[in-house]
């Protein structure tokens, strides 16, 4: 539903602080001790909207509509906090989530989809690239949760492989090709991961099937083929004058931020600043009316949007959005086995596609899919830190 990611993020964030501030009688909560994994991550997870209101208040100008997306990464701090200190069999319910989510993709593209202009499918209120972004991500993780709790049996490890080629078949039929770059840096990730103590053969042969399923959906699939091969015409075209294409329309933005960034490095434009930036961007010749057009939309990379809006302290609160919790993912999936263990996987691969989903789109624009990461990297620290999911450690991590 329209706006139900956002709901749910701000209904779970609300339950979870008033369980947070009941008695622990009532709740059965153990009390919150912080360590120094909880609080980088809620420090982490409140940067964006801290860099929001310094840079704001540097323009003594607030823009309310530019808080209400950063606020989403602050409302998780609670839901994180709390499952930490929950029992283990609420979260198991975390499970069959990813891919009954990927289920849930495709049936929306096959059931209800709206084409939003040249072919491009998505649902009815999210955009064909960041509809297939998630999808592809759900996929993902859908097959990383395997045997995650216990060893699944055949009909569930069938749903979590078919739930991987279900986000697959929703990426291929949103065209979102921007996602699709990060499919063998998560593949390469997730194998170097998992590679502890398996047979050469194995490190040898997986890697080989992996490529030869990705030559085989080129190859054989007409969408992603020309999807990608329209990238080297659009390069073509831009050297040739006509910049007016997808790939063109891209790096005049990214040309046209780099240049603010460059004139307002510290605190950048403000809110909204990039995009009031257009008009006269265009009227100075530096881009091309439609590319304006599509600017005051988005910048189409998130960290040039943080840094042409927010200078250097967006920028380095979007990476900390990142850095940090992937940091934490990857001492969890090298130092933990158990589920604890599986959950850094997860969430490592789950941080660095969101973070390669950025490089052509704002990932970050819309509460949907800020609610969406934010909500995903909570669950999974939860679960990575949690000691009832943790069975055995490979080497002492920081704590």
Same mark, same amino acid.
């Given at each position: 539903? /329209?706006?139900?990611?956002?709901?749910?993020?701000?209904?779970?964030?609300?339950?979870?602080?008033?369980?947070?501030?009941?008695?622990?009688?009532?709740?059965? !909560?153990?009390?919150? /001790?912080?360590?120094?994994?909880?609080?980088?991550?809620?420090?982490?997870?409140?940067?964006?909207?801290?860099?929001?209101?310094?840079?704001s208040l540097a323009h003594?100008?607030?823009?309310?509509?530019?808080?209400?997306?950063?606020?989403?990464?602050?409302?998780?701090?609670?839901?994180?906090?709390v499952l930490c200190r929950?029992?283990?069999?609420?979260?198991?319910?975390?499970?069959?989530?990813?891919?009954?989510?990927?289920?849930?993709?495709?049936?929306?593209?096959?059931?209800?989809?709206?084409?939003?202009?040249?072919?491009? !499918?998505?649902?009815?209120?999210?955009?064909?690239?960041?509809?297939?972004?998630?999808?592809?991500?759900?996929?993902? !993780?859908?097959?990383?949760?395997?045997?995650?709790?216990?060893?699944?049996?055949?009909?569930?490890?069938?749903?979590?492989?078919?739930?991987?080629?279900?986000?697959? @078949?929703?990426?291929?039929?949103?065209?979102?090709?921007?996602?699709?770059?990060?499919?063998?840096?998560? *593949?390469?990730?997730?194998?170097?991961?998992?590679?502890?103590?398996? #047979?050469?053969?194995?490190? *040898?042969?997986?890697?080989?099937?992996? @490529?030869?399923?990705?030559?085989?959906?080129?190859?054989?699939?007409?969408?992603?083929?020309?999807?990608?091969?329209?990238?080297?015409?659009?390069?073509?075209?831009?050297?040739?004058?006509?910049?007016?294409?997808?790939?063109?329309?891209?790096?005049?933005?990214?040309?046209?931020?780099?240049?603010?960034?460059?004139? /307002?490095? *510290?605190?950048?434009?403000?809110?909204?600043?990039?995009?009031?930036?257009?008009? #006269?961007?265009?009227?100075?010749?530096?881009?091309?009316?439609?590319? =304006?057009?599509?600017?005051?939309?988005?910048t189409h990379n998130q960290?040039? =949007?943080?840094?042409?809006?927010?200078? *250097?302290?967006?920028?380095?609160?979007?990476?900390?959005?990142?850095?940090?919790?992937?940091?934490?993912?990857?001492?969890?999936?090298?130092?933990?086995?158990?589920?604890?263990?599986?959950?850094?996987?997860?969430?490592?691969?789950?941080?660095?596609?969101?973070?390669?989903?950025?490089?052509?789109?704002?990932?970050?624009?819309?509460?949907?899919?800020?609610?969406?990461?934010?909500?995903?990297?909570?669950?999974?620290?939860?679960?990575?830190? /949690?000691?009832?999911?943790?069975?055995?450690?490979?080497?002492?991590?920081?704590?």
């Amino acid at each position: 539903m /329209h706006g139900g990611a956002s709901a749910l993020s701000i209904a779970a964030a609300v339950i979870s602080l008033v369980a947070l501030m009941a008695p622990t009688s009532w709740t059965g !909560l153990p009390p919150i /001790h912080w360590g120094r994994n909880e609080v980088r991550l809620c420090v982490a997870l409140a940067s964006p909207l801290a860099a929001v209101l310094v840079s704001s208040l540097a323009h003594w100008r607030i823009v309310p509509s530019t808080l209400d997306s950063p606020s989403r990464f602050l409302a998780a701090v609670s839901l994180m906090l709390v499952l930490c200190r929950s029992s283990t069999r609420s979260l198991i319910w975390a499970d069959l989530s990813f891919a009954l989510g990927a289920f849930a993709s495709l049936g929306i593209m096959l059931l209800v989809p709206r084409d939003w202009g040249h072919g491009r !499918l998505g649902s009815p209120f999210l955009n064909p690239i960041h509809f297939g972004d998630i999808a592809l991500a759900l996929g993902v !993780l859908s097959v990383l949760s395997l045997n995650w709790w216990k060893k699944d049996s055949l009909p569930v490890r069938i749903l979590k492989i078919v739930g991987l080629f279900a986000g697959l @078949a929703t990426s291929l039929l949103s065209g979102a090709r921007g996602g699709w770059i990060a499919v063998p840096i998560v *593949v390469a990730l997730s194998l170097y991961v998992r590679s502890h103590g398996k #047979s050469r053969m194995w490190k *040898v042969l997986t890697p080989l099937a992996v @490529a030869g399923i990705l030559a085989s959906v080129y190859v054989f699939s007409p969408t992603a083929r020309g999807r990608i091969d329209v990238i080297s015409s659009d390069l073509k075209q831009y050297s040739l004058g006509n910049k007016d294409t997808s790939v063109g329309v891209r790096l005049q933005l990214y040309e046209a931020a780099l240049t603010l960034i460059r004139e /307002h490095p *510290v605190v950048g434009l403000g809110g909204d600043g990039f995009r009031d930036a257009m008009n #006269s961007l265009a009227e100075a010749g530096a881009l091309t009316p439609l590319a =304006a057009q599509f600017g005051k939309g988005e910048t189409h990379n998130q960290l040039l =949007a943080y840094l042409a809006n927010y200078g *250097v302290v967006g920028g380095l609160a979007l990476l900390a959005i990142y850095v940090v919790p992937g940091m934490f993912f990857w001492r969890c999936a090298n130092a933990l086995t158990g589920p604890a263990g599986r959950a850094g996987l997860m969430g490592l691969t789950f941080v660095v596609a969101f973070s390669i989903f950025g490089f052509t789109v704002e990932t970050f624009d819309l509460k949907a899919t800020v609610a969406f990461y934010s909500t995903v990297v909570a669950i999974l620290a939860a679960i990575s830190s /949690h000691n009832g999911a943790s069975s055995t450690r490979r080497s002492n991590p920081a704590q």
